[in-house]
Each structure stands twice: as structure tokens, then as C-alpha cells.
């Protein structure tokens, strides 16, 4: 069965910063891409960064470039999310997706549940 589980979200004050962490399981991690997606209150889901299946190789959406950095271990099936510098419009459920990266085209193969992240003013 294949897994991907988000952890690491909550409740964060403007400037602050967070972790999230997706643990994989149910497929061969090191062989896909990995992409985190948020989705904030009443907005479609929003690509926010993806890495390559070595790691080698990331991308940013320009609202989060500068304050996210995407990482993985390939040991550890896990693929991080390390926030900085949130702003209220930060705030969103926040998704892992495994899959591909092409060209700027994020693809998704599976999905996590999602974990929720608040910034407050």
C-alpha cells in the first residue's frame, strides 16, 4: 500500500518558521520526483516546490523562493519542507505528491493527506 504521510505543521506567528516533514512507504522513493502542493481556504491546489528523485535538483514556485527549501533522504524514504519567514499568505493545507518533474510540469502519482499550516499576523 502505498503511503505518504505529512507531518510538522501548526500554528506559526508572521516571520516564524517550520519543518514539515513526508514519510514515504510503498513504492521505490528514490525512483520519483517529489513535489510539495498547498491549498489555501477557498483557492485551487498550488505547486510550491519539487525535487528531484537524487536530490540533486530542486524548483520553486516564485511566492516561496528564497523562504522554502525542499530536501530528501533517500536512506529515510522522507522528502522535508523547511519554511522560513511565513507570511499569513502562506497559510494552507499543505500536500506531498510523488511523481515527476519535467520541464516545469510537476506530475502526480500519489498524494499524502496533507498537513495544515497557520501563520498568524
Known amino acids: 500500500e502505498v503511503q505518504l504521510v505529512e507531518s510538522g505543521g501548526g500554528l506559526v506567528q508572521v516571520g516564524g518558521s517550520l519543518r514539515l516533514s513526508c514519510a514515504a512507504s510503498g513504492f521505490t522513493f528514490r525512483n520519483y520526483d517529489m513535489s510539495w502542493v498547498r491549498q489555501a481556504p477557498g483557492k485551487g491546489p498550488e505547486w510550491v516546490s519539487s525535487?528531484?528523485?537524487?536530490?540533486?535538483?530542486?524548483y520553486y514556485a516564485d511566492s516561496v523562493k528564497g523562504r522554502f527549501t525542499i530536501s530528501r533522504d533517500n536512506a529515510k524514504n522522507s522528502v522535508y519542507l523547511q519554511m522560513n519567514s511565513l507570511k499569513p499568505e502562506d497559510t494552507a493545507v499543505y500536500y506531498c505528491?510523488?511523481?515527476?518533474?519535467?520541464?516545469?510540469?510537476?506530475?502526480?502519482?500519489?498524494w499524502g493527506q496533507g498537513t495544515q499550516v497557520t501563520v498568524s499576523s
Open positions: 505528491a510523488a511523481g515527476s518533474y519535467r520541464l516545469g510540469s510537476p506530475q502526480y502519482d500519489y
Open positions: 525535487i528531484n528523485s537524487g536530490g540533486g535538483s530542486t
